[in-house]
């Protein structure tokens, strides 16, 4: 087991090295000079030189990319062309919110997805398992921004129950950051709510027709026992691994929920830095997301061998 | 009384092209610690009889109707929540797969163990001691490492031995045995025939052993009930019914298994087989369900439905041909 954690995490270093390059390339692949692209328009001669001459694009490409990884090994992601901050500092500064806007939002879509998955397999071909599937395919085509403008149309400005928008620090109370946290959470949640309810109830109505199910009845095992317990845990590893993948679906919708409900975190700060074309932060912060994807790919694989013992490392 | 009675039970399943009558009025009764066979091949509807008596039968697509008395309490007419308690205490069972009725991701100790913490209230820790106990009962060597493994670090003869732990420990009346020797090998088939025989007698319960496999009859049972399309067409204790079975589908299955120290050569020897199949159980059929395939059938047969008739001692037999006590025809 130890020895497959070491190993999967050096198999890591060419993924991210992959990553690297693609990342670091995006800078070029834009469309003519880098360093005038990066100036913008109303810039100057003597501008667009300082700013060739920051970047490095005097030298030959293969030694930049090396000088690039090299400080990024030593934790240096580079300064902010726009802000003149190192993008380090301006990462840790936006972490916070989107952390616990992903956390929040994991949380409540598991909790409501799973059991709405489950009881919709129990009850298949019933009018609960038509609602639940209704929610799912709801869930699926309607976009975050919709969902996260009509939920704070009516829960904060018509009924006043949550804030509009913003953000409030861990620091400063737990009611007061969940209460800003909800409303995101929950926009941010329904693609991945509706992901996980479905592979919930597909993979629980197949798991209810084994024969160990059938041995659970004849022993007399109550109903929500069957369910959560003898077949859920058999179900686990679809789940888990839709629900890792659905992380990824969570970053990506974070940038616009983030707008949305104008929280200052990784997502707007992306947006900001691609509007600015402010490459050291977008490289960074791709780089960030990548790094954090690649990282739960590896705990979800390590979790498969807690729901089911056959799966051993 | 007998322990278990179950009176004209029907097994109805809606499906879309018509009703499927799987077990169509069958009475008998399981006296306590005896060994009742339920016999017939696939399909005659012994497998649903099993499941029914547990009310395992998923309802719909499946009716459950008539009664299934244990000590004179009808079962079916118990809450779901009342079923539960009898179920893996009173009446437990064990069934034909091994390899899949365990669930894969529990240990076998609290597989065991759940059935004790349900129904007899242990801790955690009593129930586990006393799954220790179950599986040196079952005969599984090292109880103790084992019982903190999962089902597929067992072997399919042990995990059967497991099974038959789980179904025991709560001291049952009743053990249903639906094929429980079927999926194994030959020499493991013959270790848990003996088990069980072993356990029985130690535990006191009843088996209703259901199965297509007269050589397993033989071993083990006192009692059989022959089931032909979903209704018992004889019923007899082992001697008599082997000596002399009454209908001619019991002949024909006798006829189709071969027999110790005959010839395997020659014309005379050859196995019998019963040409046909086992007619669907969707249509009523008018005479009697065998007439299809029986070498004697008449015109009275193709037209009228023999009953149940008592044809000697303790041996009833539903045809119209089936000689009486004594006079035995060719």
């Known amino acids: 087991m130890f020895a497959y954690v070491v190993r999967r995490v050096l198999a890591t270093i060419p993924v991210m090295a992959v990553v690297a390059l693609f990342v670091f390339s995006l800078l070029y692949i834009a469309p003519g000079d880098p360093a005038a692209v990066i100036a913008g328009d109303q810039a100057t001669p003597q501008d667009v030189e300082r700013i060739r001459e920051s970047l490095g694009l005097d030298r030959p490409y293969l030694v930049r990319f090396s000088a690039w990884v090299w400080d990024i090994l030593r934790g240096d992601l580079g300064v902010s062309i726009f802000t003149n901050l190192p993008v380090s500092t301006m990462i840790a500064q936006r972490i916070e919110p989107t952390l616990s806007l992903m ?16 009881v919709a397999a129990w009850k298949q071909g019933t009018l609960i398992d038509r609602a639940v599937m209704a929610f799912a395919v709801l869930g699926f085509s309607v976009p975050v921004f919709v969902v996260g403008y009509l939920l704070a149309y009516y829960f904060a400005l018509e009924w006043d129950l949550l804030p509009v928008q913003g953000y409030t620090p861990f620091s400063e109370g737990f009611w007061p950051w969940l209460e800003n946290l909800i409303l995101p959470a929950i926009a941010l949640g329904s693609v991945y709510i509706a992901l996980i309810a479905r592979i919930t109830r597909a993979t629980m109505l197949e798991v209810l027709q084994q024969d160990y199910i059938r041995t659970a009845r004849a022993k007399g095992v109550g109903q929500r026992a069957i369910l959560f317990l003898h077949a859920l845990k058999n179900a686990a590893v679809p789940i888990v691994t839709v629900i890792g993948i659905g992380i990824a679906l969570l970053i990506g919708g974070a940038v ?58 | 009384m007998a322990l278990l ?13 018509g009703i499927n009558r799987a077990v169509d009025g069958v009475s008998f009764h399981v006296e306590a610690g005896e060994t009742l066979a339920i016999v017939g ?21 499946g009716k459950i109707a008539g009664a299934i008395r244990l000590n004179g309490k009808n079962l079916l007419e118990l809450s779901d929540r009342e079923m539960r308690q009898i179920r893996g205490n009173d009446i ?20 065991i163990g759940e059935t004790l913490r349900l129904h007899q209230g242990m801790s955690k820790a009593q129930a586990e001691a006393k799954a220790v106990e179950m599986l040196t009962l079952v005969g599984i060597p090292e109880p103790g490492r084992r019982v903190r493994e999962y089902p597929h670090q067992l072997s399919g003869g042990m995990r059967q031995r497991v099974m038959i732990a ?4 709560c001291n049952p009346k009743l053990l249903i045995a ?9 020499t493991i088939q013959a270790q848990i025939l003996e088990l069980m025989r072993d356990l029985k007698h130690r535990v006191g319960a009843a088996i209703v052993l259901i199965t297509h496999d007269l050589g397993v009859v033989a071993e083990v049972a006192e009692r059989v009930v022959v089931m032909y399309a979903g209704k018992k067409v004889e019923e007899a204790a082992i001697g008599p019914l082997f000596r002399n079975p009454r209908h001619p589908y019991t002949q024909g299955l006798l006829g189709s298994m071969p027999k110790l120290g005959s010839s395997l050569h020659g014309d005379e020897t050859r196995l019998a087989e019963i040409p046909g199949l086992v007619p669907s159980l969707k249509q009523k059929i008018p005479g009697c369900v065998f007439a299809s395939r029986c070498p004697h059938a008449t015109d009275l047969c193709r037209s009228v439905a023999p009953a149940l008739e008592l044809k000697a001692p303790n041996h009833v037999a539903a045809c119209h041909y089936a000689p009486r006590e004594g006079a035995m025809a060719a």
């Open chain 2, 5 to 17: 009675e179950i009176d004209q039970l029907q097994v109805h399943f809606r499906t879309p092209d």
């Open chain 2, 92 to 111: 437990s069972m064990i069934f034909q797969e091994p390899m899949t009725s365990l669930n894969p991701v529990l240990t076998v100790g609290r597989q």
């Open chain 1, 256 to 313: 616009v929920t983030e707008s949305v409900f104008a929280i200052p975190g990784l997502g707007r700060l992306t947006v900001d830095a691609i509007l600015r074309r402010d490459y050291p932060v977008i490289q960074g912060v791709v780089l960030l997301f990548s790094f954090v994807y690649v990282l739960v790919n590896l705990a979800i694989d390590l979790l498969y061998t807690l729901f089911d013992p056959r799966i051993r490392y």
């Open chain 1, 103 to 118: 956390i929040v939002t994991l949380i409540l879509a598991i909790s409501i997805a799973v059991p709405m998955g489950v």
């Open chain 2, 178 to 186: 639906d094929e429980p020797t079927t999926a194994l090998d030959v």
């Open chain 2, 41 to 61: 091949e696939s399909g005659c509807g012994k497998s649903v009889t099993a499941m029914s008596m547990l009310r395992l039968i998923p309802e719909p697509p």
């Open chain 2, 166 to 169: 789980i179904a025991l420990a």
